[in-house]
Every structure is written in structure tokens, then in C-alpha cells.
């Protein structure tokens, strides 16, 4: 298993409970600071509730998970949601306010946690949408009016908007075409890229769509059935010689 001194996230020994159901099963592991890490697995491994786990919007039934030095145990409500602003998000369908603007969308974060001018906002939303590709004559366009590359674009620029040091990426291709794909991943190294040389940024992907992350991350692990099985710098995970990670590198 990797082990880092200085991790961005430490999952100790962490087991979830549901029911009769143990969905994580004595989880352990870190994750590189300013990496790109992806984790994968077959549909119902327990993805979504170990990305719950490192948000802090599910507690484990034992074990703890630190984030930045911080076990997010010991913080309360009040603390845990100002811990938050850590962290930036991609969904899969991107998740904009439909109702909002490409330009309102990014600025609402930043209306909503920061106390910048709203000159300041605008000049900002601008910056971070010119960042991802976004021309100025699409800022007033509805979500509807864009294209699904082009939401995912602007669903990156808002998650980017407080300069997160956590960047969480939740099945960001999938469902895309091989184009759109590709330029989602040029957007997530770019973006991990950029923020490396001034500041900390660690990308950490959520993902059953292997072709399209192993060129991109810098570390690959597996879960299955709520244990990590495999977890190596991508080079040498796709030499993998466990049975279940090449059944599901051939897929
Ligand atoms: N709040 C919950 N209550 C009860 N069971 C849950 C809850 N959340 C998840 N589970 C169960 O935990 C298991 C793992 O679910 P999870 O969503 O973490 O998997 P996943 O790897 O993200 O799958 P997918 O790729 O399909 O999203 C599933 O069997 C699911 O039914």
C-alpha cells in the first residue's frame, strides 16, 4: 500500500456500516498531496459513500478520515461547513442551477462565501470562465442553451471559484462522447496543472470509466467490495496482477 508523509487525505481503518451491509470494510489509505488520484470500481463497491466519508456528510461506524491534517471527526457543524470551502466538486451532469445564468452560476459561490465587491465577482467569474474555454458571448446562456461539454465546463469553473485544495471529481466523463471525454480530462490536468505551481491543489476521481482515467492520474486504486485490493502509481497498476483490476481493465 502507498504511504505518503504529508498526505491531502488519510482514511484510517474506516468500515461503514448499513444495516447487515458493511459497505467499507477497514479502509485504509492516503492520498497524495497535489496529485491526481482516481478511484475505481464496479458499480455498488462503495464509491460514492467513500467520497461521502472524505466530504464529512457521512461519519464512518468506526475509523476516522483526515483531510489536510484534519480528522474531520473533531469538527462540529457549524466548523465542518466552513471546512467545506476546502473543497470543489464536479458531478457527473455537472449539477447547475438551472434557473442561473453560466455567469450567475459561477458567481454564487462566491456571493454566497466570500465578501467580494460585486465588481470584484464579475471580474473574477469572468477570469475563471475564460480559464475553462468559456467565450464571453455564451456568459448570459441557461444551462439549457449549452452544450454538455460546454456545462461541464462552467460546472468546473464554479467548483473552481474559492481555489479548493480538494477537487473531487464524480464520474466526470461518463455519458460523454470520446470528444467531450477527452477534453474533460485536458480540463482536469490543466486545471491540476495550473494550480500546482502557485498553490495546492489534489484532484481525487471517482470513476468506472477506466480508458478515460488512466491517462490522466497520477495514482490508481481500486476498491472492491469496500477494501482498496490495489493501489499504484498508474504505470504500474495497469500491470496489474490481480484478477478482478485486469477483468476490469479489459472491459
Ligand atoms: N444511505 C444508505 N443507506 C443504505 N445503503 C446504502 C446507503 N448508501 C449506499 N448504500 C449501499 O452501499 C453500497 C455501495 O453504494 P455506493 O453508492 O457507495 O457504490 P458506488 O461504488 O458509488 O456505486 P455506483 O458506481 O453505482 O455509484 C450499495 O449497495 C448501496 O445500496
Known amino acids: 500500500m502507498l504511504t505518503f508523509d504529508d498526505p491531502a487525505i488519510s482514511v484510517k481503518n474506516v468500515t461503514k456500516i448499513f444495516g447487515e451491509q458493511k459497505v467499507l470494510d477497514g ?10 488520484t482516481t478511484i475505481l470500481g464496479f458499480s ?3 464509491k ?19 483531510v489536510l491534517g484534519t480528522d ?6 457549524m466548523e465542518l461547513r466552513e471546512f467545506r470551502r ?8 455537472a449539477a447547475l442551477f438551472d434557473s442561473f445564468t453560466a455567469r450567475e452560476n459561477v458567481a454564487f459561490p462566491l456571493r454566497e462565501f466570500t465578501p467580494l ?4 465577482i464579475m471580474s473574477t467569474v469572468k477570469d475563471l470562465l475564460l480559464s475553462v474555454g468559456i467565450k464571453e458571448e455564451s456568459f448570459d446562456r441557461l444551462p439549457s442553451e449549452l452544450s454538455g461539454g460546454m456545462r461541464k465546463r462552467v460546472g468546473l469553473a464554479r467548483a473552481l471559484a474559492l481555489s479548493p485544495k480538494i477537487m473531487l471529481y464524480d464520474e466526470p466523463t461518463t455519458g460523454l462522447d470520446p470528444i467531450t471525454t477527452k477534453m474533460v480530462n485536458n480540463l482536469i490536468v490543466e486545471t491540476s496543472k495550473d494550480k ?3 498553490r495546492e491543489m489534489t484532484s481525487v476521481i471517482i470513476s468506472h470509466d477506466i480508458k478515460a482515467t488512466l491517462e490522466i492520474s497520477d495514482y490508481v ?30 472491459l
Open 117 to 120: 465587491k460585486e465588481a470584484e
Open 27 to 36: 479502509l485504509s489509505f492516503d492520498i497524495e498531496k497535489n496529485s491526481i
Open 196 to 198: 500546482r505551481n502557485d
Open 221 to 250: 486504486a481500486f476498491l472492491d467490495r469496500g477494501k482498496i485490493i490495489e493501489y499504484l502509481p498508474v504505470e504500474e497498476f495497469k500491470k496489474s496482477d490481480k484478477e478482478v483490476v485486469q477483468e476490469f481493465l479489459r
Open 72 to 77: 474531520l471527526k473533531s469538527l462540529d457543524q
Open 44 to 46: 455498488g463497491a462503495g
Open 48 to 66: 460514492s459513500t467513500l467520497i461521502k466519508h472524505i466530504l464529512g456528510i457521512m461519519s464512518p461506524t468506526s475509523g476516522s478520515v483526515e
Open 86 to 93: 476546502n473543497y470543489g466538486m464536479l458531478f457527473q451532469y
